[in-house]
Structure formats: C-alpha cells, structure tokens
C-alpha cells in the first residue's frame, strides 16, 4: 500500500548534489512530494528532507540506491519513527476590513499570525505538520486565496533514536 513516507538524506554540501538526488527519483519515476535542505550543525553536510509516496519496499530501494550515490553521507528513513514534523505556510488571502476580525480569530485558533496586512490583503504565517497546514490552507478557501507557498516538511526525530 503506498502511503506518504519521508527521508532525510546527509549529503556533502557541494554543487550538483541536490540534482543527483532528484534524477534518481525522477529516472525511477517517483514524485518528489515535498524536499527542503539547509545546511546542518556541520557545515559541510546538508540535510535533504524529502517526502514521496511509496510502498515500504520501494521505498526501501529507492534509500538503497540513494545511499549508493557519490557525496551521500546517510539516509534515514522516517516512516517507522517518532519525529517532530514541522512545516511553514505563508498565504495572502484577499479579504474586506469587515473580515478581518473573523479572520483573526481563525488564526489564533491555528496559532497563525497575520505578517503583513496591506490593501485588502492579508499574509498568514502557520507553522506545523502537514495537517494541519492542509487543514488551515481548507478553511482559508472561505476567502480569496491570492498567492500561497508552502516550505516542505522537515523532521528530526525524537529523543536520542537518530
């Protein structure tokens, strides 16, 4: 049964790693559902968060042929493990002054915040795991979405496991 899965891959920091990566996936012809990177504490090592759909086996061989590929340092597969999962959503919603305190409210219940508030025009910020940005991006359907960006999920997982 193919369901959302999520590694993390450990990568040398260097040009053309994060395009090795995303070619093995794409060649395979598997979607990249979600990928965030950053540098980690070492600076010389990049984490890679990627989230894709996949049956447990092939996501087994898709970490196999990953941890295969030249500046790969580790994969971790998170399927199995307790991890903190957080993700940032920014949306501009179109909304009338008269709206505004509905929309507020809103945010508090989701612990969002409005960053910026222009002509007719509102930034939400909401930080938290998938769900519950989906659950937010649902309700904000009620108003005009005018732009949205998500950053991918990024995960650690929890207490010493790693």
């Not at 899965?5 to 994060?18: D, G, H, I, Q």
């Amino acid at each position: 049964m193919e369901t959302q899965r999520t590694l993390s891959v450990l990568v040398k920091n260097r040009p053309r790693v994060l395009a090795r990566v995303a070619g093995l996936f794409a060649r395979r012809g598997f979607n990249i559902d979600s990928l965030a990177v950053s540098t980690t504490e070492d600076e010389a090592i990049s984490r890679m968060t990627i989230a894709t759909t996949a049956d447990p086996p092939t996501l087994k061989q898709i970490a196999k042929q990953v941890q295969k590929l030249h500046d790969v340092v580790r994969v971790i597969d998170h399927t199995e493990q307790k991890v903190v999962e957080r993700e940032l959503c920014l949306v501009k919603v179109r909304v009338e002054r008269t709206q505004r305190p509905e929309l507020i409210s809103l945010c508090d219940v989701f612990r969002g915040d409005i960053v910026d508030i222009g002509n007719g025009g509102v930034i939400v910020q909401i930080i938290g795991d998938s769900d519950k940005i989906d659950a937010f991006v649902d309700l904000m359907g009620e108003y005009e979405i005018v732009e949205m960006v998500r950053s991918g999920k990024i995960v650690l997982d929890r207490g010493a496991q790693g």
